[in-house]
């Protein structure tokens, strides 16, 4: 495998580039790549926003991975912020097909990242690939998304759109934000805390990814979540559990929508999904439990400090 990687340079991006042979790199700053990245790596400028890619970003590649794009949990969702957040992805995404129609790379895949915000809030209902799709802001961002991924299908590339969950892992996501007021005894469950939180190990996440592209059964959408979702109350216990802390200073909802408007729906909407696609295809899950995948995170060096 010849990999392209857009937001390499990002949480999950780290994690996948340094699992790959040889991998190219798009990103708006080439020169700090290096750095981030720890290696030697051949990176090339690309806004996606403004353009496509240069074509010669894509010689001898056969498999892309796209993961760019501004992050949906980095602050209160004004009008300017919510519109950053379509752009990234949407025009982003169209960009990246248009540089690969007009590169005529013959490609074997396009992995596109998308997100399980794509099914909205559906409190108890179990969601896999062929559910549908919800109807808020994050829903329909994402159903533009996967759509602009697809027209690359135009072009005799097989395409998986991931929707990814929330990602566990050393360095960054969603653990990092949670262990300061949880190691502090001041964690508790979000509202009412029976919102289903759709998880998944960072390892695993570059693991579905990988699968996604070498495995040729599988097309469309694929959800990179782990196969045993768990509610914000169980979600809470078992950290505080992992940590050794109590949890009980739970926050109600409406504080929440007071200190994050619309974005508050991250933390309290429901999302019970579950990977059929990836286990259908055969994929083991390293961390199908979320006991052994907080307590695995927890042990490593990086978080113990």
């Known amino acids: 495998m010849r990999a392209l990687v857009t937001g390499g340079t990002g949480f999950i991006g780290r994690s996948l580039i340094h699992s790959l042979d040889r991998p190219v790199l798009l990103t708006r700053r080439p020169a700090r790549a290096g750095t981030v990245l720890g290696r030697g790596i051949q990176a090339f400028p690309w806004d996606p926003e403004v353009a496509p890619p240069p ?100 072009l005799g590339i097989r395409v998986v759109t991931a929707r990814i969950g929330i990602v566990l892992g050393v360095g960054g996501g969603a653990l990092g934000k949670m262990l300061l007021p949880f190691r502090l005894g001041l964690g508790g469950r979000l509202g009412a805390g029976t919102q289903w939180m759709p998880w ?69 909407g429901s999302q019970r999904v579950v990977p059929r696609v990836a286990e259908r295809t055969g994929y083991r899950f390293r961390y199908p439990s979320l006991e052994n995948a907080l307590r695995g995170l927890i042990g490593r060096r990086e978080l113990s400090v």
């Open 55 to 154: 074509e010669a970003s894509f010689r001898g590649v056969d498999t892309v991975f796209h993961l760019a794009g501004e992050p949906v949990a980095g602050g209160r969702w004004t009008s300017e912020r919510k519109q950053r957040i379509r752009l990234s992805r949407i025009q982003g995404t169209h960009n990246l097909v248009e540089g690969l129609r007009k590169a005529g790379t013959p490609l074997a895949v396009l992995v596109a990242a998308s997100a399980v915000g794509y099914y909205g809030d559906r409190d108890q209902e179990v969601l896999d690939e062929s559910s549908a799709p919800g109807r808020d802001f994050l829903a329909d961002v994402c159903q533009a998304w996967e759509a602009e991924a697809g027209q690359a299908r135009s």
């Open 200 to 268: 998944v190990h960072l390892d695993d996440l570059v693991g579905l990814l990988l699968h996604a592209a070498s495995n040729r059964d599988i097309s469309g959408a694929m959800n990179a979540v782990a196969p045993n979702p768990v509610t914000n109350s169980e979600f809470t216990r078992t950290l505080a559990a992992a940590l050794r802390r109590p949890a009980i200073f739970p926050v109600p909802g409406f504080a929440l929508r007071a200190r994050f408007g619309e974005m508050a729906a991250i933390l309290l």
